[in-house]
Nanobody
């Protein structure tokens, strides 16, 4: 059973960079045929795809956020990380990581001064 767990700062000031980490168990992030994603859901809105990282470390970003988004991985820790820069209150959302059909429980990020 693949399990994912997001972790992050919770509250972030505007203009800062938020870093979120997804820790994966039950599968290697380098295993074939896995696609690792970041998705968010702002309050009262639908799900928004942010980025996908393949097991071969190819990364695809949402065009609308590409200039502010960066995804990286730590194979030793079996983790992958999302960095979102220059955040505004519009980036307030629950952020999820997922692998194929497996989802993390989500972590709340609130952007506020």
């Amino acid at each position: 059973q693949v399990q994912l767990q997001e972790s992050g700062p919770g509250l972030v000031n505007p203009s800062q960079t938020v870093s979120l980490t997804c820790t994966v168990s039950g599968a290697s992030i380098t295993a074939d045929n896995y696609y690792w994603k970041w998705i968010r859901q702002p309050p009262g809105k639908g799900l928004e795809w942010l980025a996908t990282m393949t097991s071969y470390d190819s990364i695809y970003y949402s065009p609308s956020l590409k200039s502010r988004t960066s995804v990286s991985r730590d194979t030793a820790k079996n983790q992958f990380t999302l960095q979102l820069s220059s955040v505004t209150p519009e980036d307030t959302a629950v952020y999820y990581c997922m692998g194929n059909t497996y989802w993390g429980q989500g972590t709340q990020v609130t952007v506020s001064s």
